[in-house]
């Protein structure tokens, strides 16, 4: 009889301890599904920043990223931003459809938002102009580019810079 209080009394304690380590692996594993629930949250947080401080990124076609490109350069002169919005506009009508044109302008000034320097762009779209458009075009390129910058008065020397940047991706 002793016995069988002894292997009554194990297999009770043994369950009572099987129910409490599963207890603590669900709380384990509860937690782990918080813990990796925060860390794709965060990922994803880090990524759609990423997207919206690289929208350059996102542009393909070499209208639009000459567009973007001039606002970068005219954000050079804030004062005359206007002046220079008014550039575009004019130097791109045969350029671009008339239906598009407002919306080009305002997506170009958008992406141009978070650049820093006018010659980020002309890295990231050397590659698209180069391809996409032949000598001449290059040329017209950057002789709007020339009349942005000197929308509102002189260059400075930071559009400068750009403008020779320009032309040496361009034409060589």
């Known amino acids: 009889m ?17 129910w409490r380590l599963k207890m603590m692996r669900e709380a384990g594993s509860e937690i782990i599904d918080s813990v990796e629930r925060m860390r794709g949250a965060f990922k994803r947080g ?19 990223a000459a567009v973007a490109f001039f606002f970068c350069l005219a954000k050079e002169k804030p004062i005359h931003l206007d002046a220079a919005k008014d550039v575009v506009r004019n130097r791109m009508k045969g350029i671009i459809r008339p239906g598009d044109m ?3 302008l305002v997506f170009g000034e958008w992406a141009s938002k978070n650049v820093t320097s006018p010659e980020d762009p002309i890295r990231r779209f050397r590659d698209i ?7 001449q ?16 008065g ?6 400068e810079y750009a403008l020779q940047m320009l032309r040496r991706t361009l034409m060589n």
């Open 102 to 104: 407002e919306e080009v």
């Open 46 to 64: 880090k990524l759609r920043k990423q997207a919206e401080a690289a929208p350059l990124a996102s542009i393909a076609d070499p209208v639009i």
């Open 137 to 152: 075009e290059r040329q017209q390129l950057i002789g709007i580019a020339e009349d942005v910058a000197a929308a509102g």
């Open 129 to 135: 102009w180069l391809k996409a458009l032949d000598m």
């Open 2 to 18: 002793a016995f069988l209080g002894i292997l009554v009394m194990a297999i009770s304690g043994a369950a009572v301890w099987y």
């Open 154 to 159: 002189e260059r400075t020397k930071e559009q």
